[in-house]
């Protein structure tokens, strides 16, 4: 109800109203939260501690690049990539965050609320903790004071929590937004004794309901001491609070501004001192100039120092249709940004700051000047599920980007290189036909998921569940991994995979992880977590 296809009706129910409701619907009583018996790791475990090598958080780094440059794994490896071990989720169809890996160990959030810290090399559980309700953002691995390690991540109830990263003990939880749909969807970002969280909503589909007095949530990044979590700044993607604009016809008192959610990882810019965060779409007529924009945060204040908006009145809530009177009447085609930003620093020591959009627009931008648009290239057709939806990769010369266009039939997506300096296509990998039943849930090439990068291979997954790598030279496919099938499990949890959507793989120390079924916008469910290494050793 709360993750999977009944999410947008569940909008505004507390996770005890939801049981209830299943408790009625089935007549049955829940089960023991009590994790399950098998599958744990043998007693005696070492001590954890982190390596530089592991892929820490959403992008692996600050600059949130997603390319990892010591994987472990050479190009020529990657055809002789084989399962490992499968872990499933339980309590869940949905394979909901993206892995992160440190210290030998892999942390993961799931759409049951679970957050597990499993063994990379055998899939063992050291630990578990339970958020209460689904978290979807990657895990955040940090090093506090007193050598404590500590793992951050948010959840769909705009709580940011911290544990212990070793036992997976609570060290405090804060909930950085007020507003009955925030949620925190992006990696909260470390850096220097503070944790960087952005808040995203789904305020979008409460707006479908003729009585819901549309709209009052404001994006926002929030500052937070990771030591004790306790709030430093907040900064609004929206600067002016909600106020009251016009009334319907049945007496709906509606408001704006509103929207301009954060739904990706922000960006660190040391040099700058500044935080990078690409913003969603409006949700009113009122206009603001911080949505379907990159936003520049001070580190230290949270002051706004610039915002570069690349699509103006992008007005939208969904349900809209002609007489629809709660809805913008000026309505946008829902164009924003889904994906974290990526600073890049090019040959000659010139920086540019990557954004990409759902409208398929990639845009180079300059960071030292108030994030003028130093180049911009449409690699698709873009829309409301399509362009460039959940995340790219770069490294210092060259941004692999994934398409999704989403109902383009058997010609969406693919996947594209581009040069960094120039904004020039180096080259375009078109999307493989799927290999199943076309009016099947799933069934798209569409590449929606966010993609990773090592030294000449690109990995991508795509909705019709097949994981895939390419040549970073060009573009060719080397290995092809279909994750919609059955697999056998090393906590004896049944798991299948499905659509691959969303998170995108983490890549460490000989090993390539990643989650199948993520099954919102008509995608295949699952609840699996994979492992791979070279010939599955």
Same mark, same amino acid.
């Given at each position: 109800?709360?993750?999977?296809?009944?999410?947008?009706?569940?909008?505004?129910?507390?996770? &005890?109203?939801?049981?209830?409701?299943?408790?009625?619907?089935?007549?049955?009583?829940?089960?023991?939260?009590?994790?399950?018996?098998?599958?744990?790791?043998?007693?005696?475990?070492?001590?954890?501690?982190?390596?530089?090598?592991?892929?820490?958080?959403?992008?692996? &780094?600050?600059?949130?690049?997603?390319?990892?440059?010591?994987?472990?794994?050479?190009?020529?490896?990657?055809?002789?990539?084989?399962?490992? +071990?499968?872990?499933?989720?339980?309590?869940?169809?949905?394979?909901?965050?993206?892995?992160?890996?440190?210290?030998?160990?892999?942390?993961?959030?799931?759409?049951?609320?679970?957050?597990?810290?499993?063994?990379?090399?055998?899939?063992?559980?050291?630990?578990?903790? &339970?958020?209460?309700?689904?978290?979807?953002?990657?895990?955040?691995?940090?090093?506090?004071?007193?050598?404590?390690?500590?793992?951050?991540?948010?959840?769909?109830?705009?709580?940011?929590?911290?544990?212990?990263?070793?036992?997976?003990?609570?060290?405090?939880?804060?909930?950085?937004?007020?507003?009955?749909?925030?949620?925190?969807?992006?990696?909260?970002?470390?850096?220097?004794?503070?944790?960087?969280?952005?808040?995203?909503?789904?305020?979008?589909?409460?707006?479908?309901?003729?009585?819901?007095?549309?709209?009052?949530?404001?994006?926002?990044?929030?500052?937070?001491?990771?030591?004790?979590?306790?709030?430093?700044?907040?900064?609004?993607?929206?600067? &002016?609070?909600?106020?009251?604009?016009?009334?319907?016809?049945?007496?709906?008192?509606?408001?704006?501004?509103?929207?301009?959610?954060?739904?990706?990882?922000?960006?660190?810019?040391?040099?700058?001192?500044?935080?990078?965060?690409?913003?969603?779409?409006?949700?009113?007529?009122?206009?603001?100039?911080?949505?379907?924009?990159?936003?520049?945060?001070?580190?230290?204040?949270?002051?706004?120092?610039?915002?570069?908006?690349?699509?103006?009145?992008?007005?939208?809530?969904?349900?809209?249709?002609?007489?629809?009177?709660?809805?913008?009447?000026?309505?946008?085609?829902?164009?924003?940004?889904?994906?974290?930003?990526?600073?890049?620093?090019?040959?000659?020591?010139?920086?540019?700051?990557?954004?990409?959009?759902?409208?398929?627009?990639?845009?180079?931008?300059?960071?030292?000047?108030?994030?003028?648009?130093?180049?911009?290239?449409?690699?698709?057709?873009?829309?409301?599920?399509?362009?460039?939806? +959940?995340?790219?990769?770069?490294?210092?010369?060259?941004?692999?980007?994934?398409?999704?266009?989403?109902?383009?039939?058997?010609?969406?997506?693919?996947?594209?290189?581009?040069?960094?300096?120039?904004?020039?296509?180096?080259?375009?990998?078109?999307?493989?036909?799927?290999?199943?039943?076309?009016?099947?849930?799933?069934?798209?090439?569409?590449?929606?998921?966010?993609?990773?990068?090592?030294?000449?291979?690109?990995?991508?997954?795509?909705?019709?569940?097949?994981?895939?790598?390419?040549?970073?030279?060009?573009?060719?496919?080397? +290995?092809?991994?279909?994750?919609?099938?059955?697999?056998?499990?090393?906590?004896?949890?049944?798991?299948?995979?499905?659509?691959?959507?969303?998170?995108?793989?983490?890549?460490?120390?000989?090993?390539?992880?990643?989650?199948?079924?993520?099954?919102?916008?008509?995608?295949?469910?699952?609840?699996?977590?994979?492992?791979?290494?070279?010939?599955?050793?």
């Amino acid at each position: 109800m709360f993750t999977g296809p009944m999410t947008m009706q569940a909008i505004g129910l507390s996770p &005890d109203e939801g049981r209830a409701i299943a408790r009625y619907l089935t007549g049955k009583e829940f089960g023991s939260a009590e994790a399950p018996a098998t599958g744990f790791c043998p007693a005696g475990a070492k001590a954890f501690r982190p390596e530089p090598s592991g892929w820490n958080g959403w992008g692996v &780094d600050s600059a949130n690049t997603r390319y990892q440059p010591n994987p472990g794994l050479t190009a020529d490896q990657i055809p002789k990539l084989k399962l490992k +071990w499968a872990f499933g989720f339980p309590d869940t169809i949905m394979a909901y965050a993206q892995p992160a890996v440190s210290g030998g160990r892999v942390f993961v959030g799931s759409g049951s609320g679970k957050v597990y810290s499993l063994d990379a090399a055998t899939g063992c559980t050291y630990w578990i903790y &339970d958020a209460g309700i689904g978290v979807r953002s990657a895990v955040t691995i940090a090093n506090l004071s007193g050598g404590r390690f500590a793992a951050f991540f948010g959840d769909i109830n705009a709580n940011v929590h911290a544990v212990d990263a070793s036992t997976g003990k609570l060290l405090w939880k804060v909930r950085v937004d007020d507003h009955p749909v925030a949620r925190v969807t992006g990696a909260p970002m470390f850096y220097e004794g503070r944790v960087y969280a952005p808040v995203s909503s789904i305020e979008e589909a409460s707006a479908m309901s003729t009585t819901y007095e549309c709209c009052k949530f404001r994006g926002s990044v929030v500052a937070l001491d990771a030591a004790s979590g306790k709030q430093i700044w907040k900064s609004y993607s929206v600067t &002016d609070p909600a106020r009251p604009t016009r009334k319907t016809k049945s007496g709906v008192q509606l408001y704006g501004p509103a929207g301009a959610a954060i739904w990706g990882a922000p960006t660190i810019d040391a040099k700058r001192k500044l935080i990078y965060a690409a913003t969603g779409n409006s949700y009113t007529d009122v206009d603001i100039n911080t949505s379907n924009a990159v936003l520049a945060i001070d580190m230290e204040s949270g002051q706004l120092k610039w915002a570069r908006q690349v699509l103006p009145k992008d007005n939208f809530v969904m349900g809209c249709r002609p007489g629809k009177e709660d809805c913008p009447a000026e309505l946008g085609p829902d164009l924003d940004f889904g994906s974290s930003t990526i600073l890049t620093t090019v040959a000659g020591g010139k920086q540019v700051l990557l954004a990409g959009q759902k409208s398929s627009i990639l845009y180079g931008l300059d960071p030292d000047q108030q994030g003028k648009i130093l180049w911009q290239i449409k690699l698709g057709r873009g829309g409301a599920l399509g362009g460039i939806e +959940w995340g790219f990769a770069a490294n210092s010369s060259t941004a692999y980007v994934a398409v999704s266009d989403r109902f383009g039939g058997e010609t969406s997506g693919g996947l594209h290189a581009v040069q960094i300096e120039t904004g020039e296509k180096l080259w375009s990998s078109l999307p493989s036909k799927p290999d199943c039943e076309p009016r099947a849930k799933g069934c798209s090439p569409a590449k929606s998921a966010a993609i990773s990068a090592i030294p000449g291979v690109v990995f991508s997954g795509s909705v019709d569940g097949h994981f895939r790598a390419y040549s970073t030279q060009t573009g060719e496919m080397i +290995w092809d991994f279909n994750t919609g099938q059955k697999f056998q499990t090393v906590n004896g949890v049944e798991a299948s995979g499905g659509s691959l959507d969303s998170g995108g793989p983490a890549i460490a120390n000989g090993m390539v992880f990643t989650g199948s079924g993520y099954g919102l916008w008509n995608g295949a469910p699952g609840n699996v977590l994979l492992a791979f290494s070279v010939d599955g050793k």
